[in-house]
């Protein structure tokens, strides 16, 4: 199987690609968001 | 439970190998929280007397043991089931490191509940040190059978996720624990319940995504090269052959020697900035500065391992330990001038490289071992980890408590520290420079019976 597959993308496969990155990104960019603002302090 | 093997876990078509990192995510994002677990420690002294101390509540060096044990069963258990997972395939992996991570917490909360430390001992610490272990190798050589063109990012990715845990993990059990605490009650147990629950559906999630490539899977437009690079093997090497060889121990030299030197600084950086700067780094500016710290412990994860596949795994290293000796050794110098700036830069330069020698190398082993038994190769590499953990703190603490026993002024107390530091370096970068291919008397050979499981050989191989 050669992975020209992964080039035109059907669209259940892309939506599933959103869904997976969105569920491990959002926690984790609210946490570094969370980690940004009390790093500020440093500079104050 | 046959929805575990590794035959029910190869992608079907249209599957895209971009579902992979997420899914290792979901796990690394949830183990991760170990680096924010002493967020619990100060509740837990109050257990007994809520609003401070009782003469029968914990003691805060009781306590620390906890994190300690975890990270000790990290690396024994890496080592030991490494192989077990190479061959059970990712999904297991990741179902068991569920299971053992949400027990540890469940058992750790009835430790909590009836106040007995040696039921969260065996919860948290024995239990979820196995999870740590298993979880941390779990999606590795999937990762670098999905990527063989990239393997350096594909696996600095997932390890990032086991250095962005804690700023998860650190706020929402802060929330957690002021959402379950009264007047009359410290709410941990009730959050290490929440925590156990939440932390199994993510990793369930991720075990449900991940898929290994069908045989002869390559990426679009990629073609093998017909030749190996001088350092980047075609052979596979078995797990308990990787231990004959020099380039093991070299290379598990190279990573306690990087992972000591960041270490023993990433635990004192809030009291150390204080002493080096005083007056110029107050307390709230200090833990500032340690979220900062983490933040490109973080990056420096994705960054360096990424960087690893242009420049090279052995070159990497090279950075990390010159650039690190560099660092090292002006960070002395920046205390003298009273420059804030320059200290906090490479001290931001220096975490990223101990991130990124942490993230670099599952592939530095995969150019040496092959992808066969990466996974189980890099299990047993992580007792570097666990050494690296006892030598790091202890020459910060011990050094800096001798020099100013000796008279020393608080600010220059960690100097002979920074030298010392650098000094390891320089042993790092002549067991780098010693790696040379491995030995062709390693390589395992067609039809040997250790290792014609035909799932693990790498996609490659198998066109």
């Not at chain 2, 990270?71 to 024994?76: A, E, Q």
């Not at chain 2, 990762?143 to 962005?164: H, N, Q, S, V």
């Not at chain 2, 998860?168 to 007047?183: C, D, K, N």
């Not at chain 2, 092959?370 to 690296?388: E, F, K, P």
Request: hydrophobic fraction near 50%.
């Amino acid at each position: 199987m050669n992975a020209a597959n992964q080039q035109g993308l059907p669209a259940e496969t892309v939506v599933k690609l959103v869904l997976a990155w969105a569920f491990v990104g959002i926690p984790l960019l609210v946490g570094v968001g969370f980690t940004l603002y009390n790093a500020m302090k440093l500079f104050q | 439970m046959s929805f575990l093997d590794r035959s029910h876990t190869i992608a079907g078509p249209g599957f895209s190998r971009w579902l992979v990192p997420p899914a290792a995510l979901c796990v690394h994002l949830c183990i991760g929280q170990a680096y924010a677990f002493s967020v619990f420690n100060l509740p837990m002294t109050k257990l007994l007397g809520i609003s401070k101390s009782a003469p029968d509540d914990w003691q805060l060096t009781d306590l620390g043991w906890i994190f300690s044990i975890a990270i000790f069963f990290l690396g024994v258990s890496s080592a030991v089931f490494g192989r077990w997972v190479e061959e059970g395939g990712p999904r297991r992996a990741m179902f068991t490191a569920a299971l053992c991570w949400a027990g540890g917490f469940l058992i750790s909360a009835f430790g909590v509940y009836i106040h007995t430390l040696w039921v969260i001992y065996v919860g948290y610490g024995f239990i979820g040190g196995i999870a740590l272990g298993i979880g941390y190798i779990s999606p590795v050589s999937t990762l670098i059978k999905w990527f063989p063109d990239r393997p350096g990012m594909a696996t600095g990715m997932a390890i990032m996720g086991f250095g962005g845990g804690a700023f998860i993990a650190s706020p929402l059990s802060v929330w957690l624990m002021g959402l379950f605490t009264t007047p009359t009650h410290v709410g941990v147990a009730e959050t290490f319940i929440v925590l156990g629950v939440v932390y199994f559906f993510f990793m369930i999630v991720g075990s449900i995504i991940v898929r290994v490539p069908p045989d002869g899977w390559l990426p679009a437009g990629y073609t093998p090269p017909a030749e190996s690079a001088k350092l980047i093997t075609r052979h596979d090497v078995f797990v308990y052959d990787a231990l004959k060889t020099p380039q093991f121990w070299l290379i598990w030299w190279i990573l306690c020697l990087n992972v000591t030197a960041g270490i023993g600084v990433l635990g004192q950086a809030s009291a150390m900035s204080q002493e080096m700067f005083p007056g110029h780094i107050t307390a709230v500016a200090a833990s500032g500065f340690v979220g900062l710290m983490s933040l490109f412990n973080m990056g420096g994860r994705f960054f360096w391992a990424s960087t690893s596949d242009y420049i090279g795994r052995k070159n990497t290293y090279f950075v990390f330990m010159v650039l690190g000796f560099i660092l090292y050794c002006t960070v002395p110098y920046t205390g003298s001038i009273g420059s804030v700036a320059a200290f906090v830069l490479c001290f931001l330069v220096i975490i990223s490289m101990y991130g990124g020698g942490f993230a670099t190398v599952p592939a530095y082993l995969k150019d040496m071992f092959g992808t066969r038994y990466v996974g189980a190769i890099h299990g047993l590499l992580l007792t570097a980890w666990s050494m690296a953990g006892i030598f790091g703190p202890v020459l910060v603490n011990y050094i800096r408590a001798y020099n100013v026993a000796h008279g020393v002024p608080k600010a220059q107390a960690y100097n002979s520290t920074m030298y010392i530091m650098a000094g390891l370096l320089v042993i790092g970068f002549f067991c780098n420079l010693a790696v040379t291919a491995v030995n062709s008397r390693f390589h395992m050979k067609e039809g040997d019976a250790r290792g014609n499981d035909p799932a693990l050989r790498p996609a490659g191989a198998r066109a």
